[in-house]
């Protein structure tokens, strides 16, 4: 099989309802990328359907085409209007890993004020003390 007789993937056919819309979509901004995002727009616009969309937003379906296209570089405000018209709306939130990251952080702080340091000579000394005890006592055991 050559490689130009390969079908080219085609996202909007699989998507079916409006939570795969959503859910796809979720997942192209969760990545952050602007080509996937525009990219997934479009696939759940085809799987909507265009035209109603153009109609719903009030772009043309040509201008909707290429905006929403992998090589398109729509305006923010396209974005906005794209996304009004498919019924949804951004909401910002922390991602869940940064919040995690945070949380750790900020008691990993507090637990080293907390304790008060002991300088380097002694800890190293009173490690090397209990090994050799232990290791001493197992010897005459």
Partial sequence: MKVSELLEFDASK?????????????????????????AALGDVAKARGMTALARESGIAREALYRALSNKGNA????????????GLHLTLTKPEAARKTTAKAKTATKAVVAKKARPAGKRAGSTTSKVRTRASGAAHA
């Fill in 75 to 86: 305006e923010f405000a396209t974005i906005m209007k794209v996304i009004g018209a498919m």
């Fill in 14 to 38: 699989y998507l079916k309802d409006e939570t795969d819309y959503r859910l796809y979509l979720a997942q192209a901004f969760e990545g952050g990328d602007p080509v996937e995002i525009q």
